[in-house]
Each structure stands twice: as structure tokens, then as C-alpha cells.
């Protein structure tokens, strides 16, 4: 029985926030008769930056290649030495590729 007067009571007191809440979802649901392509926003915006890491990827695979390639008697893999400028570059593409994807 208390659980039930409490309900009611937080039903009278939240009873202009619950009005509030039920005129937003009226007024999106009219919107989203009025706009149905806006639900396209989010899935096109996701395929483009699918695709844009993806072109991301690759290059930044182009770019950390560049280099003078050092073998090693010890070990079978080898090693990419890069100069300054390189390194430079490696960093400036990373920083950029956050910076596009942020903007995107």
C-alpha cells in the first residue's frame, strides 16, 4: 500500500515533466513524418567513414613503408629505418586522420 501512495505521489510531482516528455516524442514523430529521409543521416554518414578509414588504412600502410629496409642475421623479420621528414609525415597523417574523421 505505501508503494503505491508513493507512486502517486511522484506521479503528481513529475506530472509536468512526463506532459513535457510526451510533447517532444509528438513533435519528433511529426518531424519524422514530415523529413522520413533524416533516418537516412546516420547509416550514410557511417558507410563514409567506413569508407574513408578504410582509403585511411591503406595509405597510412604506403606511407610506413617508406624507408630504408634493414635485414638482420638474428632475426627474420626486418626493420624500416625512417629519416626525420618521414617520421614528420607518419605523425602529421595520424594527427590528420583523427582531425577528417572528427569532421566527418
Known amino acids: 500500500m505505501a508503494l503505491i501512495g508513493v507512486s502517486v505521489i511522484?506521479?503528481?510531482?513529475?506530472f509536468n515533466?512526463?506532459?513535457l516528455a510526451i510533447a517532444i516524442i509528438k513533435s519528433a514523430s511529426v518531424f519524422l513524418i514530415?523529413?522520413?529521409y533524416s533516418l537516412l543521416v546516420p547509416p550514410i554518414f557511417a558507410i563514409i567513414?567506413?569508407?574513408y578509414w578504410a582509403?585511411?588504412?591503406?595509405?597510412?600502410?604506403?606511407?610506413?613503408?617508406v624507408g630504408t629496409i634493414r635485414g638482420s642475421s638474428s632475426s627474420p623479420f626486418a626493420t624500416i629505418e625512417w629519416d626525420q621528414n618521414i617520421r614528420y609525415m607518419i605523425?602529421?597523417?595520424l594527427f590528420m586522420g583523427l582531425w577528417n574523421n572528427a569532421i566527418i
Open 10 to 14: 511522484a506521479f503528481f510531482i513529475l
Open 34 to 36: 514530415d523529413e522520413p
Open 55 to 65: 582509403f585511411w588504412i591503406v595509405s597510412f600502410a604506403y606511407i610506413y613503408s
Open 49 to 51: 567513414t567506413i569508407l
Open 17 to 19: 515533466k512526463i506532459r
Open 91 to 93: 605523425w602529421y597523417y
